[in-house]
């Protein structure tokens, strides 16, 4: 039983997400836009195909946080990408 090596479930994969999102919120709150903007460098933003794509309330938090840390940051480009994805996906 001790020698299997135990492998990551797809839970394990939602919380990480879960726990990044609540971060970059925190971040964002404290008024630390770049560090924001680092914790949600692994996540892609623009793929359809992620879980977190699906719940839309996950989603548009994902997407207002970044795109207020882009804003923040004066990457005005970013945030417009990003706030504009969020409003043709509705």
């Not at 090596?5 to 999102?21: E, H, K, N, Q, V």
């Not at 839309?56 to 990003?82: E, I, N, P, W």
């Amino acid at each position: 039983m001790l020698n299997q090596i135990a492998t990551p479930c797809r839970l394990s994969f939602d919380l990480g997400y879960f726990a990044l999102f609540g971060l970059s919120r925190l971040e964002c709150l404290l008024g630390d836009y770049h560090a924001s903007l680092e914790v949600l460098a692994p996540v892609d933003l623009f793929s359809d195909h992620e879980y977190y794509h699906k719940v839309f309330a996950c989603y548009l938090q994902l997407a207002y946080h970044a795109g207020v840390a882009y804003l923040m940051a004066r990457r005005f480009s970013d945030a417009k990408r990003t706030l504009a994805h969020v409003v043709l996906k509705v």
